[in-house]
């Protein structure tokens, strides 16, 4: 089955500074990677995804990057925020498969 | 409101006393599925449910069991609890397995002592 690492496990950045989670996966039959973020004592909520098809994606200050070859993606977060500061985690999943979650990272953003 | 609702948020009982926690998504979704939410561990998938009547093991499935009776509903049974099975439970729900969103519902603590 598809195993999924994620790094660091926690990351800590002031206010302003940009963080990058990365995630690698182990099926290369995966095609969908999204990403949720939980903040504490909440549910996770997906805040990005992107398609195997697809190299990169943004949405205001998130962007996640594609990999295919070396089967791995990131979280990148540019001008961090202290309502950013959550664990984050990443998934990967191919067609009829489950997502498949990494264990987390918790990132702390200091004002 | 489209959402996944989870009853109770909190739950503590003892060691053998069966327990049911409810799960109901109102978004029409075909695959339900549960996670337990351990410190250092992520998401693990309990069960999954990839339409009425049709359910099978994720990954850490020892001590659960889950039907599928209705599409909206999809409660996880544990007939015997015991306390490694103390943790934070979600259920969520897509409307297809692997390349769609998942809806978690808000979490169920439970301790069992």
């Known amino acids: 089955g598809e195993n999924v690492e994620q790094h660091p496990s926690t990351l800590s950045v002031q206010e302003g500074d940009s963080a990058v989670i990365k995630c690698t996966y182990s099926?290369?039959?995966?095609?969908?990677f999204p990403w949720y973020k939980q903040e504490l004592g909440k549910r996770p909520q997906l805040i990005i995804d992107?398609?195997?098809?697809?190299g990169e994606k943004k949405d205001q200050r998130i962007a996640v990057t594609l990999n295919k070859t070396a089967k791995h993606f990131s979280l990148h977060i540019t001008e961090t925020q202290p309502e950013d500061s959550a664990v984050y985690f990443c998934a990967a999943a191919g067609g009829y498969s489950t997502l498949t979650f990494g264990k987390g990272t918790m990132l702390l953003v200091s004002p | 409101e489209a959402q996944v609702t989870q009853n109770p948020r909190y739950l503590i009982t003892v060691t053998g006393k069966k327990l049911t926690v409810t799960c109901s998504q109102n978004m029409n979704h075909e695959y339900m599925s549960w996670y337990r939410q351990d410190p250092g561990l992520g998401l693990r998938q309990i069960y999954y449910s990839m339409n009425v009547e049709v359910t099978d093991k994720g990954d850490v499935p020892e001590g659960y069991k889950v039907s599928r009776k209705e599409k909206r509903n999809f409660p996880l049974i544990l007939e015997s609890p015991s306390p490694n099975q103390t943790s934070l439970y979600f259920c969520?729900?897509?409307?297809?397995?692997?390349?769609?969103?998942?809806?978690f519902g808000n979490g169920t603590r439970l301790t069992v002592t």
């Open positions: 969520a729900s897509s409307p297809g397995q692997g390349s769609s969103p998942l809806h």
């Open positions: 992107i398609r195997s098809n697809v």
């Open positions: 099926d290369s039959a995966s095609n969908y």
